[in-house]
């Protein structure tokens, strides 16, 4: 991959949690690099402590240990520049889909026109022309996660983190949802920290994979992945990065 700007660092970064039973680790000293533009893959198990450390990078969890360095400069709490598309996606049930889509930009007193311009670019953007008076229940569980990531692009984050946003769909819909993602990132190039434990999904999407260990969560290696786009999952070199990533993953396959 061509080495580009450094969007964000992460610099030995832990997290420990006391409880009932005492003291638990989820992350021990991870360190790793966000590079502008990119599509970066996070790949471990399930309760590694994936989420914990995305929400110490987004700044909705604050870490124990380490650093969190955005454009050069130490940064904590939350990060304007920074969105997330969970995979609940809390959509609000009584607002239409351009109603979810703008949210953030009322939020922040935008005038009405300007924020419906916006909206409509993105819902067009995620395919979901036509929809804009639907409700949530209206929708599909993959039309639902357009409108997450629709809502998340109208916010205009600098980089944007995915914490399994696919992880619920069905396999056809899913694969389609990579397609897609994979058309609005190449024509946005905004910086994509996408999390997944699906080996298949993060050889298909990423330029880089990061392979997290079991919990509590380290850096086992960094894939980066040389295979020209679009990708297709039966080719050799597809299918030999996925055993050589399966062979060292924590993830029960």
Known sequence: MEQLNKRMEVRNLSKT????KGYFTAIEDVSLDVYDGEFLVILGPGRCGKTVL????????EQTEGQIIYNGQEWKGLNPEIGMVFQKLALMPFKTVIENVELALKFRGMEKE??????KHYIELVGLKGFEEYYPKQLSGGMQQR??????????????IMDEPFGKLDAQTRYQMQEDLL???????????FVTNNIEEACYLGDRI??????????KKVYPIDISRPRDMVSKEF???RTVISDNTDLSI
């Not at 949690?17 to 009932?20: A, E, L």
């Not at 058309?183 to 920290?193: A, L």
Request: charged share 30%; aromatic share 8%.
């Open 17 to 20: 949690f006391f409880g009932k």
């Open 54 to 61: 995305l929400n110490i990078m987004s700044g909705l969890e």
């Open 114 to 119: 300007k924020r419906r311009e916006i909206a």
């Open 147 to 160: 409108v997450g990531i629709a809502r998340a692009y109208a916010a205009d984050p600098k980089l944007l």
């Open 183 to 193: 058309k609005i990132w190449e024509k946005e190039k905004r910086t994509i920290i």
């Open 210 to 219: 990061i392979l997290l260990s079991d919990c509590p969560t380290k850096v």
């Open 239 to 241: 299918l030999d990065l």
